[in-house]
């Protein structure tokens, strides 16, 4: 059985300085292999209150190199690998975290890359295959120039997260076809500022790539204010794509979208 475990809806510093929601990013199990998406803060910690042993960690996918997406990196290299004594795993992700740029210099120290057995800096439309998934990357854009999503093709769905973005004509293609729609929404209504999607912006992305389930996270105050479960309705609604606004700790199940009841929550 595979599932998305959400360490944290955090959507900015703001929120997460304010104890008001957890962050630490995406856990992936599928397919015998443990995904962590974007590593925020708390990150480790969030994984061991909810029972996952991090060590079991197959591959990191970093989307870009804002603290709330890779402030745990390194952290969790040292965990997957205990600290350097088990030469394994995989991390992915924007050049922006894992090569030094003109702009910044990786965040991933060179310590902790000399733990891992591969690191992939990504380019826009590049695919890695880890045993029997794919990834691909998503074209964003975002802050970070070097910002890329993932889309995640096993052999039973498909599951895209575009990360921190705009909506773009060419990131829609790109989701064609996905199952489970992962979108970061820090904004309601159409409050959007700088380059992050709002509520209405995800309506638009859920009407023109119909997935199964569609999943709202990454939470900024303003978001929280007006009550993320009122705008996920307001998608559902308009797109007639069963839409959830996700809670600190949720479970899904993905090979459970044909039943009643994909969704299980830890508190």
Not at 178 to 197: C, Q, R, S, W
């Amino acid at each position: 059985m595979s599932q998305l475990i959400f360490l944290g809806t955090a959507g900015s510093t703001a929120v997460i300085n304010k104890f008001m929601r957890f962050s630490g990013g995406i856990i992936i199990q599928t397919q015998g292999l443990q995904l962590h998406l974007d590593p925020g803060p708390g990150a480790v910690n969030q994984a061991r209150a909810l029972g996952i042993n991090v060590h079991h960690t197959s591959a990191i996918l970093v989307s870009h190199n804002h603290l709330n997406h890779c402030n745990d990196l390194n952290i969790l290299v040292e965990a997957m690998t205990h600290s350097g004594i088990e030469h394994r795993g995989i991390i992915m992700g924007s050049k922006s975290v894992l090569q030094e740029t003109p702009e910044n210099r990786p965040y991933l120290t060179r310590y902790h890359q000399s733990l891992v057995e591969k690191i992939i800096p990504l380019e826009k439309d590049h695919k890695i295959a880890i045993e029997n998934i794919e990834i691909h990357s998503l074209s964003v854009e975002h802050t970070d120039p070097h910002a890329v999503g993932f889309k995640i093709i096993t052999p039973r769905f498909v599951i895209s997260y575009p990360g921190d973005t705009i909506m773009t004509e060419q990131l829609v293609q790109e989701l064609m076809g996905t199952d489970i729609l992962i979108l970061n929404v820090p904004y309601p209504g159409k409050t959007a500022k700088g380059m992050n999607l709002d509520t209405d912006a995800a309506i638009k992305i859920v009407n023109a790539v119909k997935p199964k389930l569609t999943i709202m996270t990454h939470f900024g105050l303003e978001m929280i204010k007006a009550d993320p479960l009122f705008e996920a309705r307001e998608v559902q609604r308009i797109t007639g794509v069963t839409t959830v606004a996700v809670k600190d700790g949720l479970t899904i199940v993905p090979e459970a979208l044909g039943n009643k009841a994909p969704v299980k929550g830890f508190n």
